[in-house]
């Protein structure tokens, strides 16, 4: 008869094989996904800076310098594999099943149970609105935040100790260079010392640091020249409305609901905490904190997609396997003998039942917001491809019509990326307050009309 040990060490790599392959089954369509519109835009953005910009902008974190570790990804693999959104796309995956493995990392320690662990990565692995975490390359930003965000914090709470201290500010710098939602490490650290350590130890001035480090990164994002500065879509509104309104939509991205109100957002995270501090649970506290200040940077700036809750995912991952493993123990708190097996019961079941969710999810929600737009720009490149697969350097551009809205630049971008020509010279008839009375000045001109673009000139 096998024993517990020979059985848990079976489950293990049984347990990461099945999460891997319920991650893949959902997210592996993604990497045959093309450019989106905001990858135009953060492709040329990143493009069109010097390389020495770029790595100087890695250590002035400060700086105003938009979120420079994300221009280095577009930029590195744009120099590796050129105008091909398949590489992108292979890179967002692979940091997708990393952090996968961070989940895991944190929660197992944090949690200090193979059970909970089990279950925390199972509910991380994939959620149907965070869909555009694994799908859009342009949300390389959450993914990269979340790497470097928790691999600070699990080199942090492993209590590694000399020249690691290097490596954890390097990662936090890391974090802060790719997205917003790094300033909140150092109140999920700190919750953390303050649950599991009394007294508290000494390496808390790594923490006082890392707070320390957000008082120029935050000024140096909220003054200057910054592509974030003086952007409506990032203006900060610190009212009760927004927050409370913040709330309801990520809440109801959570769990899957079109009707939670501002005031039952706000009571369904009292009630979390309540429950947390009733249980005296070091586990759910500190779960709870990283909702909700995992999620508190983007609570005062207009909605975002359900990616915005992909760092304090970790979180609601963390806090429903421990309310699951605790429902186990007490159901079986006089059969122990038995806990194995209904916890592996209890992943199976919990497996299935996600898994049917969004494969009904994905049913009903056809996702055009999602897939069309890189379907306009994959067939204007492969038409245009066609039309004229290389220009002379200094070539003037028209296009009379376009399939895009008159404020996009994507077909701009489109032009100099796909052709990674910087001196074309493009222009849309739709956005110039001066028409040109003719196409004299033009070497080449093209329209669109009934989904195809034509060349008018030459």
């Not at 994300?70 to 952090?99: K, T």
């Not at 309104?245 to 809440?251: D, F, I, M, R, T």
């Not at 004229?388 to 350097?393: H, K, T, V």
Request: proline share 5%; charged share 15%; net charge positive.
């Amino acid at each position: 008869m096998w024993s517990e040990a020979r059985i848990r060490k079976l489950l293990r790599p049984l347990t990461i094989l099945i999460v891997l392959a319920y991650f893949l089954f959902f997210t592996w369509r993604s990497v045959f996904l093309y450019f989106d519109s905001d990858d135009m835009l953060n492709l040329y953005f990143a493009w069109t800076k010097p390389w020495g910009q770029i790595l100087r902008a890695q250590a002035e974190f400060w700086s105003g310098f938009y979120r420079p570790m994300g221009a280095l990804f577009y930029r590195g693999v744009f120099a590796l594999a050129g105008f091909d959104p398949m590489p992108f796309r292979v890179v967002c995956l692979l940091l997708g099943i990393a952090n996968i493995a961070l989940c895991g990392w944190f929660v197992r320690m944090v949690s200090t149970s193979e059970r909970v662990t089990a279950l925390a990565i199972l509910i991380f692995a994939f959620h149907p609105r965070l869909l555009e975490v694994w799908y859009r390359t342009a949300v390389i930003y959450d993914l990269l935040c979340f790497t470097f965000l928790y691999l600070a914090a699990c080199l942090y709470i492993s209590g590694r100790q000399g020249a690691w201290f290097i490596a954890i500010f390097a990662c936090y710098i890391g974090a802060l260079n790719t997205k917003e939602m790094a300033v909140s490490l150092p109140v999920i650290l700190l919750a953390w010392e303050v649950l599991y350590n009394r007294p508290l130890r000494k390496r808390l001035w790594v923490i006082a640091c890392m707070a320390a480090m957000n008082l120029p990164y935050i000024y140096g994002k909220t003054h200057g020249a910054g592509l974030l500065v003086g952007n409506p879509d990032y203006t900060p509104k610190y009212t009760w409305a927004q927050f409370a309104g913040a709330w309801k939509v990520y809440l109801q991205f959570v769990f899957l609901r079109d009707d939670i109100r501002p005031g039952v957002a706000i009571a369904i995270l009292a009630v979390l905490l309540a429950a947390a501090l009733a249980a005296r649970s070091r586990r759910l506290i500190v779960a709870w904190v990283i909702i909700f200040f995992g999620t508190l940077p983007v609570c005062f700036i207009a909605y975002r997609g359900g990616y915005a809750v992909y760092i304090s995912w970790t979180g609601w991952a963390l806090y429903a396997a421990v309310v699951l493993t605790a429902g186990q123990d007490l159901l079986l708190r006089d059969r122990v003998e038995y806990r194995t097996a209904l916890a592996c019961l209890c992943f199976v079941i919990a497996g299935w039942r996600l898994g049917k969710i969004s494969l009904h999810e994905e049913r009903v929600d056809a996702r055009h917001w999602l897939y069309d737009p890189p379907r306009m720009i994959h067939a204007m490149v492969t038409q245009m491809k066609a039309l004229q697969p290389a220009f002379p350097l200094h070539a003037k551009i028209l296009f009379v019509e376009d399939a895009f809205p008159t404020s996009e630049w994507t077909p701009y971008f489109i032009m100099k990326l796909a052709w990674n020509d910087e001196s074309l010279v493009v222009d849309r008839l739709k956005m110039m307050a001066m028409k040109p009375v003719d196409w004299s000045h033009y070497s080449y001109v093209f329209t669109f009309e009934g989904g195809t673009y034509r060349q008018l000139k030459p």
